[in-house]
């Protein structure tokens, strides 16, 4: 997959593209002059400091995203192509917060922290320093270990499919995701695809509890707002896991319930 950057300053006719008037009005044909959009279809669209992304931008990147097609008009011009692509962005939220819309659209939400312990910062120092020293001999000390990932992503993907998800797990993540108090049905979806992901990696095929606390702590972690004050605030990983735990529990109460009692003795 290809990967493309898309920087800050981009203009709106580089990242939708644009039509060539000049070819149009010549030839009687419609060419396109692709943008960004074009280049990143079936591949990875990424976007640095996207919560600092301009409004126009995000416009662009949100109907692109909903349609699955890109539209350039231009001039009473109109041309489409296909732009399905995976977004990734980074950002640090103390510069400024994802408009609503966009990160709607972001799936899951990651937060990378600094590393506390000494011999762990020590070992980011020594490999930083062997990389710069040999790349090549560098990645190549460390091709191995990527092979063996790629491989094991291989054969989660052909997993997948065969990944069972019951009438019961389908209630379930309905129930956290509104006792979270998330009412976007987009969440409800990606926590039930990063669920799935996780039992077909960790080679199993049904979807448990460990699974579901972690698709929900990615998927829900940055649509759930607890301080007014602070639209970065998240949701407590204990906290999801404590909705869990219930909703779990109310299920298998419910289940209880449900069964017949056995017969009792026939009367006298």
């Known amino acids: 997959m290809s990967i493309v950057d898309l920087p800050l300053n981009a203009t709106e006719d580089r990242v939708a593209g644009s039509v060539d008037i000049a070819q149009a009005l010549r030839e009687g044909v ?3 002059e692709p943008g960004l959009l074009a280049d990143a279809n079936r591949g990875i669209l990424y976007v640095d400091e996207i919560n ?9 990147l949100l109907d692109a995203a909903a349609l699955g097609t890109n539209v350039v008009e231009r001039e009473g011009v109109s041309i489409s192509h296909p732009a399905r692509f995976l977004l990734v962005g980074t950002m640090n939220p103390e510069e400024g917060d994802l408009r609503p819309q966009l990160a709607d659209r972001i799936g899951l939400h990651v937060d990378v922290e600094a590393i506390i312990d000494p011999d762990g910062r020590a070992e980011v120092i020594r490999r930083r320093e062997a990389f710069t020293a040999d790349p090549a001999s560098f990645v190549a000390l460390w091709g191995a270990a990527e092979e063996e990932l790629v491989a094991s992503l291989q054969v989660a993907r052909e997993r997948l499919g065969r990944v069972a998800v019951s009438e019961g797990i389908y209630r379930v993540i309905a129930q956290i995701v509104v006792r979270a108090g998330v009412m976007s049905h987009r969440a409800d ?3 039930l695809q990063c669920a799935k992901a996780l039992s077909a990696l960790a080679g199993t095929r049904d979807i448990g509890r460990d699974e579901l606390l972690v698709a929900a702590t990615l998927a829900l972690g940055h649509r759930v707002v607890l301080d007014p004050f602070d639209a970065g605030a998240g949701i407590d990983e204990r906290i999801l896991q404590r909705l869990l735990d219930d909703v779990l529990e109310e299920q298998a109460d419910a289940k209880k319930a449900a069964v017949p009692a056995a017969p009792g003795p026939p009367p006298i």
């Open 189 to 191: 979806i990606t926590l």
């Open 52 to 60: 600092l992304l301009d409004d126009h931008l995000c416009d662009v």
């Open 30 to 32: 419609m060419a396109l």
